[in-house]
């Protein structure tokens, strides 16, 4: 039983979506396209950008399945919804409800993922960090006005 199971593992690894990060043009970044306080940017570097940019970190497990699988489908899914690293392709009223969402998902708690805080505890946002993360969602809201 034990060698089919190993068996069936060696097997799996062959199926491996790709952990990719596609460039981009960096005119398009958040950081060119918005005004970011330094604080602000490291707190979503360290928190969002691996599932909400294409500057993801793919740890050593995002390359073994069925692990792989997880991950790669979060972060398409993550990317899909919010991308920072194509900032400059959302129009004006959708960069305000993606920045609007962005306050109300950290301050409910639902961002960043609860699956994504235990490998990655750096990313747990304080108190401090939320606040500061919606004070700058809602300076930008007022200045896309």
């Given at each position: 039983m034990l060698l089919i199971g190993v068996g069936?593992?060696?097997?799996?690894?062959?199926?491996?979506?790709?952990?990719?990060?596609?460039?981009?043009?960096?005119?398009?970044?958040?950081?060119?396209?918005?005004q970011v306080a330094p604080k602000v940017a490291a707190i979503l570097?360290?928190?969002?950008?691996?599932?909400?940019s294409n500057?993801?970190?793919?740890?050593?497990?995002?390359?073994?399945?069925?692990?792989?699988?997880?991950?790669?489908?979060?972060?398409?899914?993550?990317?899909?919804h919010l991308n920072f690293s194509e900032w400059g392709a959302y129009d004006k009223r959708e960069q305000r409800d993606l920045l609007r969402q962005t306050c109300l998902e950290v301050k409910g708690g639902t961002?960043?993922?609860?699956?994504?805080?235990?490998?990655?505890?750096?990313?747990k946002l304080s108190g401090e960090d939320v606040a500061a993360i919606c004070q700058w969602t809602n300076q930008e809201i007022a200045r896309l006005r």
């Open positions: 069936l593992f060696a097997v799996v690894q062959v199926v491996r979506p790709a952990t990719t990060n596609p460039v981009g043009a960096q005119s398009l970044a958040l950081e060119s396209q918005m570097d360290r928190s969002c950008a691996d599932c909400h500057k993801t970190r793919w740890p050593w497990y995002a390359h073994v399945a069925p692990v792989s699988w997880f991950l790669i489908d979060h972060v398409n899914h993550g990317r899909s961002m960043p993922l609860s699956s994504y805080t235990p490998m990655h505890p750096d990313s």
